[in-house]
């Protein structure tokens, strides 16, 4: 597989005004600031690590929450997307008003001018784990012994399904690659998804597969090899140049989101986002040689 680097061009786009996308002279940004924010609709770019549909099911609750808070505001609408590139860059460019971005996406893209609003938590923590896992079957059972085999992973530039595992095999003394090259000492199969990743395993595709901890099943068939330190959950983001006083309000609704509306959420709440909880991730993203500033998106990359 070739390179795969992303963010490209994003930041000629990156401070896309907001009055802009209004053509909301309609609506009073004095009385009703979210509304003329958002043009009468909040679009909310949603990443690709899930089918879209369940993505969608999960935050329509959240929606309904965001929308009935804000007058004049008509709705709040998912916007799914294929690739870890597009979901940033929908949101720094400014096509959508927010998005949930991956931990590494937002500690690579946070100088892009977008806003931090919440960090989704699960199972009563803001922060998970990647895990790499083998069939119970086969002669796996340390990292070291992946060499010469086939991992499914979920995406280049996924957190926990592509830049943590890579970073735990090459600790293991795997040649796991780095931004610029392959991985040396075994195969990598892109399955562009959590779920892929761990149904290529079952499946008998591949000899292991990483993925984020909320992925793994209550299955003995299924066995993990190792675990990462923890990772901190995804955080929902605002396009730049949002004016403070809709980022407090969207923050403040978001932190008030009551538990029925996560009923069908893998998140339990949402919390806010404290300085420095998503460094850990860069000093990742860098050791594996990705330089924020370089970045740029290959053409013709539409497989994600």
Request: negative net charge; hydrophobic residues 35%; glycine residues 8%.
């Given at each position: ?36 924010w958002a043009d009468g609709t909040i679009e909310f ?257 539409e497989s994600d």
């Amino acid at each position: 597989m070739n390179r795969r680097t992303y963010l490209g061009a994003i930041a000629g786009g990156a401070t896309a005004a907001i009055g802009g996308c209004l053509g909301g002279e309609s609506i009073d940004s004095d009385d009703h600031p979210v509304a003329a924010w958002a043009d009468g609709t909040i679009e909310f770019a949603l990443p690709p690590f899930q089918d879209a549909e369940q993505l969608e099911a999960q935050y329509a609750g959240t929606f309904e929450w965001i929308a009935d808070g804000f007058d004049e505001v008509d709705s709040v609408e998912g916007t799914p997307t294929t690739s870890y590139s597009a979901v940033v860059e929908s949101v720094v460019q400014g096509h959508t008003e927010l998005a949930n971005l991956s931990p590494v996406i937002y500690a690579m893209a946070r100088d892009e001018g977008i806003h931090p609003l919440a960090i989704n938590w699960s199972h009563g923590s803001d922060a998970y784990h990647t895990y790499v896992a083998t069939r119970a079957e086969t002669d796996v059972e340390h990292l070291a012994d992946l060499e010469g085999k086939t991992v499914a992973m979920v995406d280049p530039l996924s957190t926990s399904g592509g830049l943590f595992p890579r970073y735990m095999l090459s600790e293991a003394g795997l040649d796991a690659g780095d931004v610029d090259t392959e991985a040396a000492d075994f195969d990598i199969e892109w399955s562009f998804g959590h779920d892929a990743s761990l149904q290529a395993l079952e499946n008998g595709h591949v000899d292991a597969a990483a993925y984020g901890d909320f992925q793994h099943p209550d299955d003995d068939a299924i066995v993990k090899l190792a675990e990462s330190d923890p990772i901190p959950f995804d955080p929902i983001v605002a396009k730049p140049d949002t004016p403070e006083t809709v980022r407090e309000q969207m923050t403040e609704r978001l932190l008030e989101t009551p538990d029925e509306a996560l009923e069908d959420h893998r998140v339990d709440r949402y919390g806010p986002v404290e300085p420095g909880t998503y460094d850990p991730v860069r000093d990742v993203a860098e050791e594996l040689g990705i330089e924020i500033a370089d970045l740029e998106e290959e053409d013709g990359d539409e497989s994600d």
